[in-house]
T-cell receptor
Framework: QKEVEQNSGPLSVPEGAIASLNCTYS??????FFWYRQYSGKSPELIMS????GDKEDGRFTAQLNKASQYVSLLIRDSQPSDSATYLC????????????FGSGTRLSIRP | DTAVSQTPKYLVTQMGNDKSIKCEQN?????MYWYKQDSKKFLKIMFS???????INETVPNRFSPKSPDKAHLNLHINSLELGDSAVYFC????????????FGNGTRLTVT
C-alpha cells in the first residue's frame, strides 16, 4: 500500500461547480496534512494545511480531515479555470517531523 | 525578495558527467530538503538537513551527495550522471516544527542525454 494515495485523474469539473479531491494515507500516526497546487512547469505552492479532525475553510477552499478513516480531502467551491492544476496531498509521518511525504497528485481540469 | 532560490533552472548534460545544483533560502528556516519529481509528477524526498546536519537520507544512490555549508544553503552534487537521473529537482525549506509546510524553489529540470 502506498503511503499517500490519490486518484490521478484527470478530474473534469464545470466552471462554477464544486471540485472534490480526495487523499488516503496509511500511517495512523500522521499529524500534519497539506494540500499543494502545482501548475504545469511550476513548483508546488501551499493551498491549505490542516492538523485536527474536522473542516478548515479558507476562501473558496475547504480541507477536511478524518484521522479515524485516514482520509483528507480538499473542496474547491465556485471552481474557476485558473484552478486547473495538479493537486498534491502531503503529510508528515509520526516518526519524523522532517519527512513530508507526497501523494502522486490529482490533475484537475475546470471546463468553461 | 524572501524565497527559496535554486540554480540553474535548466541543466542539460551527457551521461557520465558530474553536475551540481545550488539552493539558498533567506526565510530563516532550519530545515532544507531535496525532492525529485519524475515524469509522472511524483515528488519523492531525497535528503533533509537540519542546521547543516543530515537527518533524512532516503535510498538514493551514492552518486548523489548533498552538502550544507550553513543552514541557509543546501547544494546537490551528482556524479556519473545516468539517463534515469533526468527529472525535476526541487529544493525546499521549512521551520523545524511538525506543522510547518514546505516552501519550494522553482526547480531544476535536469536532462541527461
Amino acid at each position: 500500500q502506498k503511503e499517500v494515495e490519490q486518484n490521478s485523474g484527470p478530474l473534469s469539473v464545470p466552471e462554477g461547480a464544486i471540485a472534490s479531491l480526495n487523499c488516503t494515507y496509511s500511517d495512523r500516526g500522521s499529524q500534519s496534512f497539506f494540500w499543494y497546487r502545482q501548475y504545469s512547469g511550476k513548483s508546488p505552492e501551499l493551498i491549505m494545511s490542516i492538523y485536527s479532525n474536522g473542516d478548515k475553510e479558507d476562501g473558496r477552499f475547504t480541507a477536511q480531515l478524518n484521522k479515524a478513516s485516514q482520509y483528507v480531502s480538499l473542496l474547491i467551491r465556485d471552481s474557476q479555470p485558473s484552478d486547473s492544476a495538479t493537486y498534491l496531498c502531503a503529510l508528515t509521518g509520526y516518526s519524523s517531523a522532517s519527512k513530508i511525504i507526497f501523494g502522486s497528485g490529482t490533475r484537475l481540469s475546470i471546463r468553461p | 525578495d524572501t524565497a527559496v532560490s535554486q540554480t540553474p533552472k535548466y541543466l542539460v548534460t551527457q551521461m557520465g558527467n558530474d553536475k551540481s545544483i545550488k539552493c539558498e533560502q533567506n526565510l530563516g528556516h532550519d530545515t532544507m530538503y531535496w525532492y525529485k519529481q519524475d515524469s509522472k509528477k511524483f515528488l519523492k524526498i531525497m535528503f533533509s538537513y537540519n542546521n547543516k546536519e543530515l537527518i533524512i537520507n532516503e535510498t538514493v544512490p551514492n552518486r548523489f551527495s548533498p552538502k550544507s555549508p550553513d543552514k541557509a544553503h543546501l547544494n546537490l552534487h551528482i556524479n556519473s550522471l545516468e539517463l534515469g537521473d533526468s527529472a525535476v529537482y526541487f529544493c525546499a525549506s521549512s521551520l523545524e516544527v511538525r506543522e510547518s509546510p514546505l516552501h519550494f524553489g522553482n526547480g531544476t529540470r535536469l536532462t541527461v542525454t
